[in-house]
DNA sequence: TAGATTGTTAATCGATTAACAATC
DNA sequence: TAGATTGTTAATCGATTAACAATC
């Protein structure tokens, strides 16, 4: 059969995990079927664009019917990346460090930290849940050993370039990136920034426009 | 004089705290000028674009001559709304929370989390970093009385809408989600999804793509 | 069959890039 | 003056919305 030409467009990708998020309640509610207007509605969002999307991921809908919730819900995860098992590091173990190190939605979606790194006296040769801190300086030999592909780097920013180097030189070539700074890579090393504080200035920009406008409570 | 006219997209407003931090950066480093061109190649961006983003905040270039740091950081201070202290309750204080709650970040950026609420009668009573954490049941009462405008969810997915329900209803007029859910709120209301998963499932996708591909050392 | 709903084409809207006159 | 660099206009590109024939 011929391979189907995917085309996911940067700002649909970033849609595809609201739908993946809306399928799995609806499937875990014991739905089968869902339309694009009922999937348009609890994300808010316009029923063509549900449509195209969905379409351009393959067809799983039926005029008339609707789509199937099963199905669509494994052309997601498959287009997600979320079938597949990944292993990561994880450099800084600080408060948030520690935080995505227990949070228990990521091994849902395939992700297991294999390794905990910190440049912290303090802090190496401690244990967190179980697991040993190993001194930054191990980053080399335990990356290649396991063949990590991913790091999450949960640093101060002075030091993310460093660390971002080591992790790059050691094989790695997904990382994402906690620490506020801008991050420079060989092509072909994929970063993603998660930066907190471009959502709390959204949402700061909102509470002092809204102090110059009409009070809310009275719509 | 009359008012300028701003018009910010979306798509800018998610770029500013990037010029923000880069110029942070410059001016911690000494520098009082910048060129649209330096601050787009240590973005990777086009440097049109800077001059774009940058002339419709203000006229802070000049021909010949490139920007002025200190003048662009304190207009892009006063525009990401950094400049406003913003009180706000924070709901969940399981680890996330926790990473939130001590992340020293924040400051920074005027945030200041007074209030710490669970509904998990093991926390409620006890003390992070010496807050009391509240019960749930007295998110009304407390919100009302500080005139909280903030509140920021780390709860479960499950109790996210009912506890968006109580802030909404004491006073909050912007919401901060890390629950990997989609909240539904009055208007007037702004709601940020902070979505973890997704900026996993987008490496992730990188990492899939990359293992068909060709092997990216070999440039 | 009649009603519902998809997938897709065409129309609209918005954002990015290129080019350049104006200015330092 | 000559070289550098802005702010902005015009051209391109991409994404969203509207509309509807095809299908269940």
Redesign the interface.
């Given at each position: 059969m011929p391979e189907r030409e995917v085309r996911i467009s940067r700002a649909m990708?970033?849609r595809?995990?609201?739908y993946y998020?809306?399928l799995a309640?609806r499937a875990r509610a014991g739905n089968t079927k869902i339309s694009s207007a009922q999937l348009a509605a609890?994300?808010?969002m316009d029923s063509a664009q549900v449509r195209r999307d969905l379409s351009s991921i393959g067809e799983f809908g039926r005029p008339g019917i609707g789509y199937n919730v099963p199905e669509l819900l494994e052309a997601l995860e498959e287009?997600?990346?979320?079938r597949?098992r990944?292993e990561a590091v994880l450099v800084g173990v600080g408060?948030?460090g520690?935080?995505?190190f227990?949070?228990p939605?990521?091994e849902a979606?395939?992700?297991r930290i294999v390794s905990l790194f910190d440049s912290d006296p303090e802090r190496i040769g401690a244990e967190l849940d179980g697991a040993l801190i190993r001194s930054v300086s191990e980053i080399p030999h335990v990356v290649r050993r396991l063949s990590i592909?991913?790091g999450i780097i949960t640093t101060p920013p002075t030091s993310a370039q460093e660390i971002a180097d080591m992790l790059v030189e050691a094989?790695v070539?997904?990382?994402?990136n906690f620490a506020?700074?801008?991050l420079?890579v060989?092509?072909?090393?994929?970063v993603?920034d998660?930066?907190?504080?471009?959502?709390?200035?959204?949402?700061?920009?909102?509470?002092?426009g809204?102090m110059h406008a009409a009070r809310?409570?009275q719509?």
């Open positions: 990708l970033a595809l995990p609201f998020r809306t309640a609890s994300l808010s287009m997600l990346g979320l597949n990944t408060r948030l520690a935080a995505l227990g949070y939605g990521f979606y395939g992700l592909q991913m094989g070539i997904a990382i994402w506020p700074v801008s420079s060989p092509p072909g090393v994929m993603r998660e930066d907190l504080a471009a959502g709390l200035s959204y949402l700061s920009r909102h509470l002092t809204t809310p409570e719509e």
